[in-house]
Nanobody
Framework: QVQLVESGGGLVQAGGSLRLSCAASGSIFSANAMGWYRQAPGKQRELVATIRSDGITNYADSVKGRFTISRDNAKNTVSLQMSSLKAEDTAVYYC??????????????WGQGTQVTVSS
């Protein structure tokens, strides 16, 4: 089992910045991917950004150039620096982790979510 604890959500004005952090603990393999998903009211959960343990990143088109994902492998933490925030970034943000072993990815483990609200 993996436990994920997010922090850093809150209320920010449009154009502002916010940083989310997530700490993982439990059964974490050396090869893994951590990331962030979000879900806005009435919408499906969507990928925001992921970063593998080898440093490869992936971003949703809607956040490219505005959000930066980073991680500390030694501490099993992942962060999401969000800049130039827009009202449409308002959502609950979830931290995720999946392990990689013998060519297979595990299902995502999920954090409890942290609310980000961008006022226009």
């Amino acid at each position: 089992q993996v436990q994920l604890v997010e922090s850093g959500g809150g209320l920010v004005q449009a154009g502002g910045s916010l940083r989310l952090s997530c700490a993982a603990s439990g059964s974490i393999f050396s090869a893994n991917a951590m990331g962030w998903y979000r879900q806005a009211p009435g919408k499906q959960r969507e990928l925001v950004a992921t970063i593998r343990s080898d440093g490869i990143t992936n971003y949703a088109d809607s956040v490219k150039g505005r959000f930066t994902i980073s991680r500390d492998n030694a501490k099993n933490t992942v962060s999401l620096q969000m800049s130039s925030l827009k009202a449409e970034d308002t959502a609950v943000y979830y931290c995720t982790l999946k392990n990689y072993y013998s060519g297979v990815w595990s299902p995502n483990y999920w954090g409890q979510g942290t609310q980000v609200t961008v006022s226009s």
